[in-house]
């Protein structure tokens, strides 16, 4: 089992950065990937950063790319969101899957980008 906690999210401006904290504890050496997923009001969930912990890459999606990137640092996963704009707004959420393809969510933390 795997526990994951996000911690860092806020109201900020747009143009302006945050930065995103997955604190990840239990058994963590099973895990092959982590990263995040964002959620607008009456949107789907979507994938915003994902790492494969044993390939060492990150995927994003274009929306994104070039303006969040995900630092790994043991258990902990961060994401550096720059050049934030309204349509950012989401609940992001911590992911991760183990070794037995088990997927785990944090329990989301609130982003509020204003125009």
């Known amino acids: 089992q795997v526990q994951l906690e996000e911690s860092g999210g806020g109201l900020v401006q747009a143009g302006g950065s945050l930065t995103l904290t997955c604190s990840a504890s239990?058994?963590?050496?099973?895990?092959?990937?982590m990263g995040w997923y964002h959620q607008a009001p009456g949107k789907e969930r979507e994938m915003v950063a994902l790492?494969?912990?044993?390939?060492?890459f990150t995927n994003y999606p274009d929306s994104v790319k070039g303006r969040f990137t995900l630092f790994r640092d043991n258990a902990n996963i961060y994401l550096q969101m720059n050049k934030l704009k309204p349509e950012d707004t989401a609940v992001y959420y911590c992911?991760?899957?183990?070794?037995?393809?088990?997927?785990?969510w944090g329990q989301g933390t609130q982003v509020t980008v204003s125009s």
């Open positions: 992911y991760a899957v183990d070794s037995s393809r088990t997927q785990y």
């Open positions: 790492r494969s912990i044993r390939g060492g």
């Open positions: 239990g058994s963590i050496d099973s895990l092959m990937f």
